[in-house]
């Protein structure tokens, strides 16, 4: 094999949470590197959903990066649960104070890569025009940074404003007196109609199927409670390193049926009105296994439901039927349920009255038509494998990634891909970023990542790979891990369900995420480091 002379040694793809991280462990050893980014600056999620409400369900504090002392020293969290607003300047903050910026190109999609077996190297193609070319790649490109529009005809006629909620506009979008149509009640849609209920002229809500959804319950952090977390930043990061979800909530484990009734709804009361997804992550395991203990505790988030809207009729298609609280990502809401109490609010059920089209002054539904000014389409996205599958990554033989992920995504580690070498994801299907607190997982996978890169360069390894059985083997594993839990019925993106995208639709299941919870993943991971990178072969 020849000598090339490569562009890069590595390539990073993304400059969110986990691109920016990246470059910088590349840096500080001296690799030649750069991050490739399709928006026209850095922050990834936080860059591109500046929809109103758009905010972390998980605590800021242990959101933000845990590598840097003086970081944790100097950056003050505002609120409990930080806004895109905020959480656009942190990243900007970090950035800057470490000088990154200038290891990153902007406007520079990536639209394909190319292996090339022969000389061992990558060519991206990127959509300024050049072609580039690196030794090894690395994806940081979020687990729902694809955004779908929906499927509906006429979406094009209309002559008010439209916009997905992920290309929410840069300048501000006035809703004051306007007539708003939302379509979609997921997390995104939660978020966005609770923000605009209170100032919007008119809101109807196109709903399909409801959701659950508890409160946020967030708040100001002061001074003073500040300081304190500063003081414990240790200890809070290594409870998220403890807990499965990679959060401050760690599960009850004294067993559902050893807790009397009585003592279950002390518990969820408590719960309930306490910040964040403690509701969630610190009930019991059983809620998550077990289909009784499932209803009991979704019976009980239901009538909490009731207890908040006024009309009976609109509070029982808000409560979901064909899911259990918990089987699928549970959205965090800040007076969601309220917003339908407002005599301008209107909840549209498109299971009774299908969406027939989009109309140049509105929404035609089967019953009747519909004015408005402004339409957001909170219609999700192609969640976990959309952001791979919109890049043209051509592996060994010309082999398509799209085609192996055909039926859902084939990994080692939810890191590697048999068949295209040198490739590494930090979030990819099937990882442990993929179902955890992000940021916990990513320094997770970028700290892996960056030590077996260390290995390859001073071992003088040109290539790497995932070896098919260990691959097959971790595929195998991850389904196991679904079998166990009941949100294998869930058709939430943790399912890779979505009838917005063809081959995802309702009855086909994509294992898309790692459910064994972080330590368990991580204690994987260290132990494939231990064996010499057990199922990774290295030339």
Known sequence: MSEVDLDYEVIVIGAGVAGIYQIKRL???????????????????????????????????????????????????????????????????VADKFD????????????????????????LQVSDGRSLTARIVITGLG???????????????????????????????????????VIGTGATGIQVIGAIGPEVGELHVFQRRPNWSTPLNNGPISDEEMADIRSRYDEIFELCARTP???????????????????????????????????????????FTDEAANAEFSEYIADRIRQRVDDPAVAEKL????????????????NYFEVYNQPNVTLVDVSETPIEAIT???????????????????????????AFDRIDIEGVGGQKMADKWHAGPITYLGMMVNGFPNFVMLAGPQSGSASTNFPRGIETGVDWTTEFLEHVWEEGHTRFEATPEDEAAWVENVAMLYEMLLLRKGKGWFTG??????????????????????????????EVAADDYRGISCE
């Not at 940074?145 to 300048?171: C, K, L, N, V």
């Not at 009397?260 to 969630?280: H, K, M, T, V």
């Not at 409560?319 to 800040?334: A, L, S």
């Open 143 to 181: 687990l729902l940074s694809a955004p779908t529009p929906p499927r509906i005809e006429g979406r094009d006629t209309f002559e008010g404003q439209a916009f997905h909620t992920h290309f929410w506009p840069e300048e501000p979008v006035d809703l004051s007196d306007k007539r708003v149509a």
């Open 245 to 287: 979800g990679g959060f401050i909530h760690q599960p009850d484990r004294r067993g559902f049926y050893n807790v009397s009734r009585e003592d279950r709804l002390a518990l969820w009361d408590r719960l309930y009105d306490e910040p964040g997804f403690g509701i969630w992550l610190q009930n019991f395991l059983e809620i």
């Open 319 to 334: 409560i979901p039927r064909d899911h259990g609280f918990g089987v699928q990502r549970v959205p965090m809401e800040t």
């Open 27 to 93: 840096t500080d050893l001296g690799i030649p590197s750069t991050v490739l980014e399709a928006g026209s600056d850095l922050g990834g999620t936080w860059f591109w959903n500046r929809y109103p409400g758009a905010r972390f369900d998980s605590e800021s504090y242990t959101y933000g990066y845990s590598w840097s002392k003086e970081l944790l020293d100097e950056w003050h969290w505002k609120e409990r649960f930080s806004g895109q607003p905020e959480n656009l300047r942190y990243l900007n903050f």
């Open 360 to 386: 140049p002054t509105g929404i035609r539904t089967t019953e009747q038509d519909f004015d408005f000014d402004v339409i957001v389409y909170a219609t999700g996205f192609d969640a976990i494998t959309g």
């Open 100 to 123: 990154l910026r200038r290891h990153m190109q902007f406007d520079c999609k990536v639209e394909s890569m190319r292996w090339d077996d022969d000389q061992q190297f990558w060519t």
């Open 497 to 526: 369900y979505n009838s917005n995208v063809d081959g995802h639709e309702e009855g086909v299941m994509r294992l898309n995420v790692y459910n064994g919870g972080s330590p368990k993943f991580s204690a994987t991971l260290n």
